[in-house]
């Protein structure tokens, strides 16, 4: 599983700091999509089991940290988002699921499809038996 995770300019000076994503230089499919999750509710929950049939994804933390969690069937890989610049791709067909740990987090998400409830696997057995 090669999950890409980036680190983007971030330009600070006295008054602010700024980071940017051009398209389509940085993003790896059209958007379609903006979504963001806030006002976190219990510290140390879990959110968002699930793989998409077809979205890829883009993900930004952008205050406090979550931790994003990776799982193709074989392999496991835990991502720490813990700056307002890095970001990490959720490829499509990737078992996926964030913990965080602060009701301040920010979590912005850039994604190539409408929402589309077909398009999520939600069950863990049965996204093992669709990779097969
Ligand atoms: P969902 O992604 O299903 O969250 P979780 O897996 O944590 O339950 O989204 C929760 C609700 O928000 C669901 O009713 C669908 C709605 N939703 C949209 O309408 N558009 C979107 O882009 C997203 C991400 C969710």
Same mark, same amino acid.
């Given at each position: 599983?090669?999950? &890409?995770?980036?680190?983007?300019? &971030? #330009?600070?000076?006295?008054?602010?700091?700024?980071?940017?994503?051009?398209?389509? &230089?940085? #993003?790896?499919?059209?958007?379609?999509?903006?979504?963001?999750?806030?006002?976190? &509710?219990?510290?140390?929950?879990?959110?968002?089991?699930?793989?998409?049939?077809?979205?890829?994804? #883009?993900?930004?933390?952008l205050n406090w940290s979550v931790t994003v969690g990776f799982d193709d069937g074989k392999n496991k890989e835990l991502i720490i988002l813990d700056s307002s610049n890095k970001w990490v791709h959720i490829p499509k067909m990737i078992w996926h699921w964030m913990e965080w740990f602060s009701e301040n987090c920010i979590i912005l998400v850039i994604a190539s499809h409408l929402y589309e409830e077909t398009d999520y696997i939600r069950n863990y057995e049965n996204y093992i038996s669709i990779l097969k």
């Open positions: 599983m090669e999950i &890409k995770y980036v680190e983007i300019p &971030k #330009i600070s000076d006295v008054r602010w700091a700024l980071s940017f994503i051009e398209v389509p &230089k940085d #993003i790896p499919f059209e958007i379609q999509r903006i979504y963001y999750i806030y006002d976190l &509710k219990e510290d140390g929950s879990i959110r968002w089991e699930h793989a998409h049939r077809e979205t890829e994804q #883009i993900m930004f933390c």
